[in-house]
């Protein structure tokens, strides 16, 4: 089965997602990698899709293996640190961490109650024994994340410095799932 790029990133590449106890015992993208690898796809890729948080972060360890950098290394390096956006993390600070916003779920009562993103699995946002989670793992704030935001709606570009290249941008916003079965 090949599987390309493309379709990590469109969710069109038909790779199951992890169980909540193989999350637990991984710790970097290449380890999720190799537990993914050794799972059967649902779908021939390209065909269909779902959405596929595993594909995502599939995506992120080519990065890694490409640039030879951790992901979140590749991030600070390429992204977060020319845009400025200081406070974007996988592994926020503990001064960061005074400013994190609170999680709340009803509970059986209709209350709400207090919890934990659901992707720390009940560890720290600090915890650095999880792996950075390309699909969603993300910390920042809202001014950080209106520095990206402005840089795509700009075409790559933001207070008159390159970031991408428009073709990088348009090839970033292609719809890939037009007519394919949404199978989720």
Not at 20 to 30: D, I, P, Q
Not at 58 to 85: D, H, Q, Y
Not at 88 to 117: C, D, H, I, W
Not at 137 to 153: C, H
Request: with cysteine; proline share 5%.
């Amino acid at each position: 089965v090949t599987i390309t790029i493309a379709n990590c990133l469109s969710h069109t590449a038909g790779l199951q997602e992890l169980t909540k106890e193989e999350e637990l015992a991984t710790s970097n993208l290449a380890q999720l990698a190799a537990v993914t690898a050794k799972k059967p796809v649902k779908f021939k890729p390209g065909t269909k899709w779902t959405y596929c948080q595993t594909g995502i972060s599939v995506a992120a360890r080519i990065v890694e293996v490409v640039s030879n950098e951790t992901f979140p290394e590749f991030l600070e390096k390429r992204l977060f640190g020319p845009l400025g956006m200081k406070d974007t993390s996988f592994y926020p600070t503990e001064e960061q961490m005074q400013r994190l916003a609170v999680s709340y779920e009803k509970n059986e009562q209709g209350l709400f109650k207090t919890v934990s993103p659901y992707f720390l699995h009940g560890r720290t946002p600090t915890d650095r024994s999880r792996y950075p989670r390309a699909s969603g793992g993300l910390f920042s704030t809202v001014s950080d994340y209106g520095k990206f935001a402005r840089m795509i709606l700009r075409g790559g570009e933001l207070d008159g410095k390159r970031f991408l290249k428009p073709e990088s941008i348009k090839e970033m916003t292609l719809s890939r799932t037009d007519g394919l079965e949404n199978v989720g």
